[in-house]
């Protein structure tokens, strides 16, 4: 039987709440489970293992709490106390039968993609969602170009996203780019009020993508929290070697409940 580490949004009333209702579940199901608050994960020592990741939040918290995952051993299931919940597939009303499932291992993993970032040659972390590449100081446009192995494209704007599959329905799409299957190995690249009116791209990620700053003090953003200055002006996505496995109770992939949640708001 695998353990199980909860991580809860401790800034959430309804997820503190949900998590002291764990507490008194898990003994039940669980050898071996411990409930943690997000800061309180992200200060342990050594990441999960060979865990069941149990996540109480929206996806801002399922974005921190995987950071940290490097285990291919590692299930990552969230349960949905945000907003829109596109990486969750657990409702609150849902939690007391998911663990009961979770415990007799009843659920499918599906292996999703993840992109390294590094700037100036530099690693600086793997992204769940996307990378924002943007100007240093608000309401100035940067220069840059996007290149694999040639150039593909050069803009002036006020930065580009880069996204992964899963990404493709958070900010990538508010910003006009497409919806893209998460099977699919791909890196979607949007910019962000292009002054050439470039239009959305999606680029296999086979081969690394650079980014390069021609003009203007850019900065990298991954999945909205480890903001990274870039001085050299060099931006390098390339596939992850560190993929998440995530847990859904039913044989549709992730990508139609993320489809269906972006169109209807509903899985």
Not at 49 to 64: E, F, K, S, Y
Not at 111 to 116: H, Q, T, V
Request: net charge neutral; charged share 25%; aromatic share 6%.
């Amino acid at each position: 039987m695998a353990s199980l580490t909860v991580v809860y949004a401790g800034k959430r009333p309804d997820a503190v709440a949900a998590a002291e209702k764990l507490r008194e579940i898990l003994p039940k199901h669980f050898e071996k489970w411990r409930v943690l608050s997000l800061s309180e994960f992200e200060q342990i020592s050594q990441s999960p293992v060979d865990d069941v990741l149990m996540i109480l939040g929206g996806d801002g918290t399922v974005l921190r709490a995987t950071r940290h995952i490097k285990s291919p051993n590692v299930r990552v299931v969230g349960v949905n106390f945000g907003r829109a919940g596109f990486l969750c597939v657990i409702e609150p009303e849902e939690l007391e039968t998911a663990v009961k499932k979770l415990a007799a291992e009843d659920y499918h993993v599906e292996e999703i993609m993840r992109l390294s970032l590094y700037v100036d040659d530099k690693y600086v972390g793997d992204a769940l969602n996307e990378i924002y590449v943007s100007s240093t100081r608000p309401g100035t446009v940067i220069e840059y170009r996007v290149q694999q192995r040639e150039v593909l494209a050069s803009d002036v704007a006020d930065g580009v996203i880069l996204s992964t599959p899963v990404g493709s329905t958070a900010y990538a799409f508010s910003s006009g780019g497409p919806i893209v299957d998460e099977r699919l190995e791909t890196v979607v690249v949007v910019p962000m009020a292009s002054m050439t009116n470039l239009r959305p791209m999606v680029i296999s990620i086979s081969t690394p993508l650079q980014v390069s700053v021609v003009k203007g003090r850019a900065q990298a953003l991954v999945d909205g929290h480890t903001v990274t200055p870039v001085e050299k002006g060099e931006v390098r996505v390339e596939k992850s070697l560190h993929s998440i496995h995530m847990i859904s109770f039913d044989e549709r992939p992730l990508f139609s409940r993320r489809l269906r949640k972006r169109l209807y708001g509903r899985p």
